[in-house]
């Protein structure tokens, strides 16, 4: 597969790249992390004037185009200056989700607001006994006139205390593990009956768990069809897999050049200890996992804009599996490398670690897809 770059898509990595090796380092970090929400407004705002957040959407609703690919290169570089505004819980998520699943007016108006930095969304699908499965739905929508009542709950919804309007997976009939009678509604934040219990995460971004009490909604709410979210769902969260996993190269890619950096300049025994052949296949095969990772992270986006959802789901599960294990590694190396001063909070080490850490933990972790990439090869067979 050519994974040659074009002309605007590598216009896009410089700049994603140059913005964050000079004006996003480690204490612009802290402090946007500080800000009210845990992210800054301001650098928000630039991103929409940088056509960041209107990719992916078509040009007659206000975006930029591009697809999955050219959200991966924006990904890998927002991994390597691991930032914490929340462009997987708005873009990637919510905004596949509107661009897959919304009526055309709503569909119109809400992404044109998305891309010009309006609009702030979550995507609320997980609960407190599914683990990794989109099917186990337990949250009950029921008919109520010209539209619905939601109770249930949610959790570990990212970004959802500050989302402007959270996508929520429910239940409309069936039992709670059924694959049919799932149904995603997009519910406004401040709607009477949901509260967000918001929280950082160890990785020093946000996320909240809900708690829907009677929460009433219109037919309009709904994205998809009635009873068939399930599969849009799927779709959407396979997108992100494969795009959190060119996040995570990113994150390998800048772990692996600082360890290389810190181990040129520290000595021992009168020589830079990148001088020791030992080290250096260390070095090398975190430098050969990140390129793994990053190869199948590109060709999972690749194909999410295809039509082959088999394939698309299998690359997914490629992508994220082997992120899950080589940012392990990646880490610990790096952690243990750089001695004790790896896993202190004034080093970028640790915070590297932390996020591959919950990007392993997102989606569904590598044993995840590791059994998922087994049970899509005993059902071809």
């Given at each position: 597969?050519?994974?040659?770059?074009?002309?605007?898509?590598?216009?896009?990595?410089?700049?994603?790249?140059?913005?964050?090796?000079?004006?996003?380092?480690?204490?612009?970090?802290?402090?946007?992390?500080?800000?009210?929400?845990?992210?800054?407004r301001e650098t928000w705002a630039q991103f929409a004037e940088m056509g960041w957040l209107a990719l992916g959407i078509p040009e007659d609703l206000g975006g930029?185009?591009?697809?999955?690919?050219?959200?991966?290169?924006?990904?890998?570089?927002?991994?390597?200056?691991?930032?914490?505004?929340?462009?997987?819980?708005?873009?990637?998520?919510?905004?596949?989700?509107?661009?897959?699943?919304?009526?055309?007016?709503?569909?119109?108006?809400?992404?044109?607001?998305?891309?010009?930095?309006?609009?702030?969304?979550?995507?609320?699908?997980?609960?407190?006994?599914?683990?990794?499965?989109?099917?186990?739905?337990?949250?009950?929508?029921?008919?109520?006139?010209?539209?619905?009542?939601?109770?249930?709950?949610?959790?570990?919804?990212?970004?959802?205390?500050?989302?402007?309007?959270?996508?929520?997976?429910?239940?409309?009939?069936?039992?709670?593990?059924?694959?049919?009678?799932?149904?995603?509604?997009?519910?406004?934040?401040?709607?009477?009956?949901?509260?967000?219990?918001?929280?950082?995460?160890?990785?020093?971004?946000?996320?909240?768990?809900?708690?829907?009490?009677?929460?009433?909604?219109?037919?309009?709410?709904?994205?998809?069809?009635?009873?068939?979210?399930?599969?849009?769902?799927?779709?959407?969260?396979?997108?992100?897999?494969?795009?959190?996993?060119?996040?995570?190269?990113?994150?390998?890619?800048?772990?692996?050049?600082?360890?290389?950096?810190?181990?040129?300049?520290?000595?021992?025994?009168?020589?830079?200890?990148?001088?020791?052949?030992?080290?250096?296949?260390?070095?090398?095969?975190?430098?050969?996992?990140?390129?793994?990772?990053?190869?199948?992270?590109?060709?999972?986006?690749?194909?999410?804009?295809?039509?082959?959802?088999?394939?698309?789901?299998?690359?997914?599960?490629?992508?994220?599996?082997?992120?899950?294990?080589?940012?392990?590694?990646?880490?610990?190396?790096?952690?243990?490398?750089?001695?004790?001063?790896?896993?202190?909070?004034?080093?970028?080490?640790?915070?590297?670690?932390?996020?591959?850490?919950?990007?392993?933990?997102?989606?569904?972790?590598?044993?995840?897809?590791?059994?998922?990439?087994?049970?899509?090869?005993?059902?071809?067979?």
């Amino acid at each position: 597969m050519n994974f040659t770059f074009s002309d605007e898509q590598l216009l896009i990595r410089d700049m994603a790249e140059r913005f964050f090796r000079d004006e996003y380092d480690l204490e612009t970090r802290r402090k946007h992390q500080a800000k009210d929400g845990g992210f800054c407004r301001e650098t928000w705002a630039q991103f929409a004037e940088m056509g960041w957040l209107a990719l992916g959407i078509p040009e007659d609703l206000g975006g930029v185009g591009g697809g999955a690919v050219e959200m991966a290169i924006l990904m890998e570089a927002m991994g390597g200056g691991l930032a914490v505004e929340p462009f997987l819980s708005t873009v990637v998520l919510g905004g596949s989700l509107l661009r897959e699943g919304a009526a055309e007016d709503v569909r119109e108006e809400l992404l044109s607001r998305l891309a010009a930095g309006e609009l702030l969304l979550s995507f609320a699908y997980a609960e407190a006994q599914s683990r990794y499965d989109l099917n186990d739905v337990a949250t009950r929508a029921r008919a109520d006139g010209d539209g619905y009542v939601i109770d249930g709950a949610k959790i570990v919804a990212l970004h959802a205390g500050t989302a402007d309007k959270i996508a929520v997976t429910a239940r409309t009939s069936g039992e709670d593990r059924d694959r049919d009678g799932i149904t995603i509604f997009l519910i406004d934040a401040d709607a009477p009956g949901l509260s967000v219990r918001d929280y950082p995460t160890v990785d020093g971004l946000r996320a909240g768990d809900l708690a829907l009490e009677g929460v009433r909604v219109g037919a309009d709410a709904v994205l998809g069809s009635v009873g068939g979210g399930l599969e849009l769902a799927e779709s959407v969260v396979d997108r992100a897999a494969a795009l959190v996993a060119a996040e995570a190269a990113g994150a390998m890619a800048a772990l692996t050049r600082g360890t290389v950096d810190y181990l040129k300049e520290r000595k021992q025994f009168g020589r830079p200890l990148g001088d020791f052949q030992a080290l250096q296949h260390r070095m090398t095969e975190m430098y050969m996992e990140t390129e793994l990772t990053r190869s199948l992270a590109y060709m999972a986006a690749v194909l999410q804009d295809g039509e082959d959802r088999a394939a698309a789901r299998r690359a997914s599960s490629q992508a994220k599996a082997k992120a899950g294990q080589a940012g392990r590694l990646i880490g610990q190396e790096a952690v243990q490398l750089h001695g004790g001063m790896g896993v202190t909070d004034e080093m970028p080490v640790g915070h590297y670690f932390k996020r591959l850490t919950m990007i392993d933990h997102s989606f569904g972790d590598s044993a995840h897809h590791l059994d998922r990439l087994a049970d899509m090869e005993i059902s071809v067979t």
